[in-house]
């Protein structure tokens, strides 16, 4: 006799790009983060089955416009701009765009690298806010867009300071800790570049699920379970 198949719970596939602690990671073969974490729980709230795709952070944008994916989150920096592409989820964390400088560094603020007369070398990872900010900042200073880098990730932004190429490093402020901390002679200035919201992006068109998945971020707001994932990997 033919065996009723069991309800398969939904599949909720999240873009992600897990090259940045604590936010998303691998540990082995397993994505683990505070991304990952809160995802699952909002998988489990809707009675989901999370799958995570761990693609290019450039890529993740077009990945969800097009339906590829029902969701990016990755520490995705709310903005106006990426608004005119994705709907956001209400924000459940807060992120700072640091500097990162080779300890004895003369750029010992985030105003000293605008300031008249300079000319330091800035590395980003491509299409971050970090990219952005900077971008903007050094067009408005007048500097040459050529003394900024795009690196794919935020490490290899990092590899380059290190050796010397770049003078300083615009980036999310935990994922720098962890780079900083597997680096010698690195520091993160005192002074923060920018105070950004992340948030998850749907494709404009799928308010359905993002009204879902803000119900449930909603529930485990209240509850405490986010700010206990994000305490449990951001130790005050
Ligand atoms: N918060 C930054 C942004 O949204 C960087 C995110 C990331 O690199 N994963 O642009």
Redesign the pocket.
């Known amino acids: 006799a033919a065996k009723a198949t069991e309800a398969k719970a939904a599949k909720l596939t999240m873009a992600?790009?897990a090259?940045?602690p604590p936010?998303?990671y691998k540990e082995g073969e397993e994505f683990v983060g505070i991304d990952v974490e809160i995802a699952k729980a909002i998988a489990d709230k809707l009675g989901m089955e999370l799958e995570i795709a761990d693609i290019e952070?450039d890529s993740i944008i077009t990945g969800v416009q097009t339906g590829k994916y029902d969701m990016g989150m990755?520490?995705?920096?709310v903005?106006d701009e990426?608004k005119q592409s994705v709907d956001f989820s209400d924000s459940y964390a807060t992120?700072i765009?640091a500097v990162i400088v080779k300890d004895g560094s003369d750029i010992k603020s985030a105003d000293d690298l605008l300031a008249e007369g300079t000319s330091y070398k800035v590395g980003v990872?491509l299409?971050?806010?970090?990219?952005?900010l900077i971008g903007e900042d050094y067009a408005k200073a007048g500097k040459e867009e050529s003394l900024i880098t795009k690196f794919q990730s935020?490490n290899d932004a990092v590899s380059a300071l290190a050796s010397g190429k770049v003078d300083a490093v615009v980036?999310?402020n935990e994922?720098a800790k962890s780079y900083v901390a597997a680096t010698q002679g690195l520091q993160i200035l005192d002074s923060k570049y920018a105070e950004?919201d992340?948030a998850i992006c749907f494709a404009k068109n799928n308010t359905e699920l993002k009204d879902k998945v803000n119900g449930a971020l909603k529930e485990l707001i209240a509850d405490g379970t986010v700010k206990n994932i994000i305490d449990k990997y951001i130790k005050a």
Do not use: H, K, L, V
């Open positions: 992600t790009n090259t940045f936010y998303e952070f990755a520490g995705m920096t903005t990426r992120g765009q990872q299409s971050t806010t970090g990219d952005f935020g980036i999310d994922p950004e992340y």
